[in-house]
């Protein structure tokens, strides 16, 4: 769970290009189908990438971190933003596409935890529905008792991260230090711990197919860590992979 404060995540992640982001998603949502008109962002942190695709679509979002949701509420002010767990969730609505990006699906830890999140976006899939996810580090990709740091400056406001990251059997886990100096507070000191489950692709595409859903297709080159798709099966189709 993120301590950090959302004008603090935004500056640590001042160097992501959310708007190129949000335009290769909606390219890739109008060539699968033009007619997809509503998104819920499963795990939308402070909706950097729905002020962007709120010029396209009706969006809306969902994550556990209410400061989170504070802001994405004023970047997309049209959406309706819930505090929830992607793993066990009930809204009153339906989506044409469903979204989980920048590794969130990570947090779900399990393989049980990562097939009742993607049961939960299948269950607010319309009929012509589609899920993105853009997934976390695989296994093998993960290097273990590794330290790294990246920082981050913006009208003189300065975030600094170094991480710690060692591995737990098919969790990582990563401790933050974060530095974070302004010349009105001076300098504070931030420590959080985060516990994200190792996937595979096969994984993926298992939980995505046990979820219910069809049409499995990942493509390497969609976003950070690549990007999945999968869609809701034609009425009376059963859920099997292909692609
Ligand atoms: C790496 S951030 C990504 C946020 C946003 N999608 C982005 O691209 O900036 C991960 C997000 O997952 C959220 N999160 C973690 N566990 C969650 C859960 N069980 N249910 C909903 N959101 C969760 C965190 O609060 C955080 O906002």
């Known amino acids: 769970m993120y301590k950090l404060s959302a004008h603090d995540y ?10 190129r982001e949000a335009h290769t998603l ?10 997809l008109h509503s998104i819920l962002d499963v795990a939308c942190g402070t909706g950097a990438h729905d002020e962007i695709l709120c010029q396209y679509y009706e969006v809306d979002g969902l994550d556990l971190h209410a400061p989170f949701l504070e802001c994405a509420r004023l970047r997309n002010p049209g959406g309706t933003y819930h505090e929830a767990d992607m793993c066990d969730f009930r809204l009153d609505r339906m989506y044409d596409a469903i979204l989980c990006l920048f590794g969130s699906i990570g ?14 976006c299948r269950d607010h899939l319309t009929q012509r529905g589609v899920v993105i996810v853009e997934p976390w580090v695989e296994p093998e990709r993960w290097q273990s008792d590794h330290v790294w740091q990246t920082h981050s400056e913006r009208e003189g406001v300065h975030i600094t991260r170094m991480t710690h990251g060692h591995r737990m059997g098919g969790i990582c886990a990563m401790d933050f230090y974060y530095l974070i100096g302004s010349p009105a507070a001076g300098i504070i000191h931030q420590q959080e711990r985060h516990e994200l489950g190792l996937f595979t692709k096969e994984h993926i595409r298992q939980a995505l197919i046990e979820a219910g859903l069809t049409h499995v297709d990942y493509d390497a080159d969609g976003l950070g860590h ?16 292909s692609g």
């Open 226 to 241: 690549g990007l999945y798709t999968a869609r809701v099966p034609e009425s009376g189709t059963a859920g099997t992979g």
């Open 107 to 120: 947090y779900t830890q399990t393989y049980g935890h990562l097939v009742a999140a993607l049961r939960c």
């Open 26 to 35: 909606r390219e890739r949502l109008w060539r699968i189908d033009a007619g």
């Open 10 to 19: 935004d500056l640590l992640y001042s160097q992501k290009d959310y708007e």
